[in-house]
């Protein structure tokens, strides 16, 4: 296990920055106002050849443990719990606030060691902040710019006591066989409109309130990577990379600039993805947004489930699952067959077989078939439908084959494909799903036309 860093501060004093700074890429969400991140964000940082993981909090607020804020603030003490050592950050061209005060006072309380960080104490103008940062009793503060990255060697001479595990002994290095997919993380990302309860189902996963939630619509805004185990009927412990994401609303909705850096967000963590758990809120029905979310996932290439939550409240569950799955059916023609399960993130209900299912739809995502039993296929399928022949002419298709996984992706080759019409084309695409064991995955096939060598005579 690497060690741990927590950045903390009061809000808008750069932890985001430095967090992004550390970890060499922009994963955090960053804006000039105060309180932009909400739940606690782990990455994997290097400083100076170092590694180490280092964990983003919210903003440290004085506010009621029931309210926003006062959430948020558990959040950052649970991070700091767990931690190897803590970077408090203050804003050196602000000088020490009240609430500065309050945070060291909480911090020299902590178990966890403290390096005190003046951030913004680039040019003279933090020269102030810095002396004054003397007065909160956590020893010398270490001048520093997140912005422009000033102060990395002096950071990392205060951190290096904390960090540095070299004379340790390494284990299990190089046991993990990355190509084995069983033994590999199943990266599986929740996305759906807001307030659907993604937080929540990933809390009762993991067993622990590690994701911030509550009543109010859009609490999370950075897509947040939570790494878990997850023991399967057979008692195999499978792991699994968990992606919580910002609430998706309709384009025309998103107004603030903050809600479009977190849907932004979420959209890139489809990317990284294997499977992507769509989360509907059983009790609102499936809405026009939800198949825009939908597409949106088929059109990136992932692995979709259907998870209808909140079931434990929903009456009439049989009549609403019958309209949702033809609704679903009639939305997403391109890909038929799609898994939906019924699931409550507040009771745990239905949870262990969305992970199964989950994990069997990786599975079909990432499977080859060889040339040889794809074209046996294709030859029953070509003879039980034969291609059509617009204006008289034949058009002639030779072999078909499998030349991508995840998503599985498949070549036509034969001549004249330009006139192969999409209704055809979707006849062999469905028949892959079905008879090659696909499933309801993505698949994708392009055509390729053999050149005619006297074509430019």
Do not use: C
Not at 135 to 156: I, K, R, T, W, Y
Request: proline share 6%.
């Amino acid at each position: 296990m690497l060690p741990t860093v927590a950045i903390v501060g009061r809000p808008n004093v750069g932890k985001s920055t430095l967090f992004n700074r550390l970890v060499g890429k922009k994963l955090a969400l960053v804006d000039d106002q105060p309180g932009v991140t909400r739940d606690r964000r782990e990455g994997q940082a290097n400083l100076l050849g170092v590694d180490f993981t280092i964990i983003d909090t919210a903003g440290y607020e004085d506010e009621d443990p029931h309210t926003l804020p006062g959430r948020m603030r558990m959040q950052t003490q649970a991070a700091i719990e767990t931690a190897d050592v803590a970077l408090f950050l203050i804003d050196a061209r602000a000088g020490i606030t009240p609430l500065d005060e309050e945070i060291a006072r909480w911090l020299r309380e902590s178990p966890a060691p403290v390096v005190l960080v003046a951030n913004k104490a680039e040019g003279r103008q933090g020269d102030d902040g810095v002396m004054e940062a003397f007065s909160l009793g956590l020893g010398d503060p270490v001048p520093f710019s997140a912005e422009h990255g000033q102060g990395l060697a002096d950071l990392f001479q205060a951190l290096l006591p904390f960090i540095d595990r070299e004379d340790e002994e390494e284990e299990d290095e190089g046991e993990l066989n990355e190509s084995d997919l069983e033994a590999a993380p199943l990266k599986l990302a929740i996305v759906g409109r807001p307030n659907a309860g993604k937080s929540t189902l990933i809390n009762r996963l993991l067993g622990e309130n590690r994701l911030l939630t509550g009543p109010e619509a859009g609490i999370t805004r950075d897509s947040i990577a939570v790494d878990w185990s997850w023991t399967s009927p057979d008692g195999l412990e499978r792991p699994v990379r968990l992606i919580d994401t910002a609430g998706m609303r309709k384009r025309a909705k998103v107004q603030d600039k903050l809600e479009k850096l977190a849907v932004s967000d979420g959209l890139n963590a489809v990317n990284f993805a294997e499977v992507v758990v769509l989360l509907l809120d059983a009790t609102r029905g499936l809405e026009a947004q939800d198949l825009r979310i939908a597409d949106k996932v088929l059109e990136e290439g992932r692995a979709l489930v259907i998870a209808l939550n909140k079931w434990d409240t929903v009456e009439n569950g049989s009549a609403l699952y019958q309209g949702i799955k033809q609704a679903l059916a009639d939305g997403l023609a391109q890909v038929r067959g799609v898994p939906i399960m019924t699931v409550s993130g507040a009771t745990g209900k239905g949870l262990d077989d969305l992970i199964r299912v989950a994990f069997d739809t990786r599975t079909a995502w990432s499977q080859r078939v060889s040339t040889g039993i794809l074209n046996r296929w294709f030859e029953r399928a070509l003879e039980a439908n034969p291609p059509p022949a617009p204006g008289g002419k034949r058009i002639k298709l030779r072999y078909i084959t499998q030349n991508k996984t995840r998503p599985p992706t498949f070549v036509l080759f034969g001549t004249r494909l330009d006139d192969l019409p999409e209704s055809y084309r979707r006849y062999l695409v469905n028949g892959i799903r079905k008879e090659l064991g696909f499933g309801a995955v993505p698949v994708r096939l392009t055509l390729r036309s053999a050149k005619n060598p006297y074509a430019s005579k």
